[in-house]
């Protein structure tokens, strides 16, 4: 598969803060690709360098397989950070600069202000609109002219769920027709929701990468308890897809590789002669589970 | 060329700002020079009564002298710093909406968009002078008795002039904006600079008792405005014995021109230097 994207060992300080710790990357044609983690782990520096605002200390990345460059740039429709258009213009003219930037004709304005529901405000003044909109603006604005790649940078932020639902009902539809998205988010569910590949990123450093349902993949967790605790545990770890456990004074928390059911369980450890006390089955947030990652990797 | 001055017409044609400025800045100039001759013939009504023998009234707005008068007078500071200000905000403005950033993420080199802003200063600078050129000719040829295609055309070199002397104010005014970023801060260093540091540091080396030789006109913002260095009031010559210009020197209009480039030369470096 064609590389789209390749980033090599790139590092970014400021100051004292190393913002991006010798980061690699590599996105292909068509991936939605995820950078996820939480507020200032690097995920806009990234962005930001691989965009030409901000000058990496160290490391170098290619874009379409060459140096990056304006022409490049042209190929790309990025949202990053707050939406920037000058606030006495209409859309409609705002849309024109970046369309006469990127040399295309002003045929996909119409086109791209329809599909972000702004078409109804396309003569009003950028600085009437509410932040929702403004948003919006920004990704019809990264959409203008059908880019190569479009990278996005908490496109959802700010938005309400409406408005969130039908952004990301976009990038999906956008997806689809083969445009690769580079999406940088804190919101584990939207990633889930919207990526095929991830990056985990945690202060500057990537923690690992991959498909989304192998970086991802959720095990599940059950709460147990029994007179025998102590034969409990042994029992527990002769079970073909036991991971983990973590024990208290009076239970234990296990984690499975794969997906258990709760009966099979109680039969697995009634036929060990081991009777439980308790037994609850422990569905863990995305949340809680991403931050587990961030964790484990301290 | 023509695709980049396409995009900052988009960003000023609605500015209302832009226009006022530029509204004012009109006013403020035609209004200055149909003053100045009645308020020079004030001036010399009040030394007359003084002198023993009167000096005569003067007459600026004729042929061939009315190039220089008018230069001089579209040259004096409070009248240049409209659309010096102009500049600054309208490159203030790329840094407070983040629309640089956005303009080079779309596939702008940070080159080409020092040269959208130069193109820009070129063009107003180009409209200006022509403006101005029109003003002095209709001015000049309603005041004129006996005219000739060479008298009309024998000063002309001022208006050459004026267009480096408006030309370099408004690169000097870039180079604030693009260094400073902030709006407020730009316009407030900028004029505080114009008005009050340099004419300080003017009489400080214009003295002979710090420098021998007078390295004043090496001022920038000085070696903008003496390019038309005094009008054509042949009065002055004889009460005040001043050496009055014939024309515009070529060397007067390196040294601005000398400063312009080097102005540029260093925000396009701190441009490349430093992260948007």
Known sequence: ?298 | MIKLLKIEAKKILTYKIFWILIGLYFIFLSAGISMAEFMINNMVDSTNRHLPIPIPHVAIYFFPWVWQNIAFFASIRYVLIFPAMVIIILITNEFTFKTIRQNVINGMSKAEFLASKLQLILLISLAITFLLSIGTLILGLSNTSDISFGLVLEKSSFIFGFFVTILSFQIFALFFGFLLRNTGLSIALFTLYVFIVEPILYYFLKSPIVFKNDISTYLPVNSILRITEYPAIPVLKQVMGLNLQDSVSFLACCIPLFYSALMVGIVYWVLLKRDL
């Open chain 1, 1 to 298: 598969m064609e590389t789209i994207l390749s980033v090599n060992n790139i590092s970014k300080r400021y100051g004292k803060i190393q913002a991006v710790n010798d980061l690699s990357l590599e996105v292909k044609k068509g991936q939605v690709f995820g950078i996820l983690g939480p507020n200032g782990s690097g995920k806009t520096t990234t962005l930001s360098t691989i965009l030409e605002l901000i000058r990496a200390n160290k490391g170098d990345f290619q874009w379409f397989g060459e140096e990056p460059s304006k022409e490049s740039r042209k190929r790309i429709g990025s949202v990053i950070e707050s939406p920037n258009f000058f606030p006495y213009l209409s859309p409609a003219i705002n849309l024109k600069i970046v369309a006469d930037i990127k040399d295309h004709d002003y045929g996909d304005i119409d086109r791209v202000l329809i599909l972000t529901g702004l078409y109804e405000r396309r003569n009003s003044r950028f600085k009437t609109f509410s932040f929702g909109m403004k948003q919006r603006l920004a990704v019809a604005s990264a959409l203008l002219g059908n880019p190569d790649v479009l990278i996005l940078d908490e496109p959802t932020n700010g938005l309400d769920p409406q408005g969130i639902a039908h952004i990301r009902e976009l990038i999906l539809s956008i997806a689809s027709q083969g445009t690769t998205i580079i999406l940088a988010s804190h919101l584990l569910d939207e990633v889930q929701k919207i990526c095929s590949h991830v990056a985990v990123l945690d202060k500057g450093k990537k923690l690992f990468d991959g498909k989304v349902s192998e970086v991802l993949a959720i095990s599940d967790s059950f709460e147990l308890a029994s007179h025998d605790l102590e034969g409990l545990k042994k029992v527990v770890a002769q079970h073909p897809a036991f991971q983990s456990i973590t024990p208290s004074s009076d239970q234990i928390l296990v984690y499975f590789k794969d997906e258990v059911k709760a009966e099979e369980l109680n039969q697995f450890f009634f036929l060990k002669g081991i009777i439980l006390s308790h037994l609850s089955e422990r569905k863990r947030s995305l949340e809680q589970h991403f931050l587990e990652l961030l964790d484990d990797n301290k």
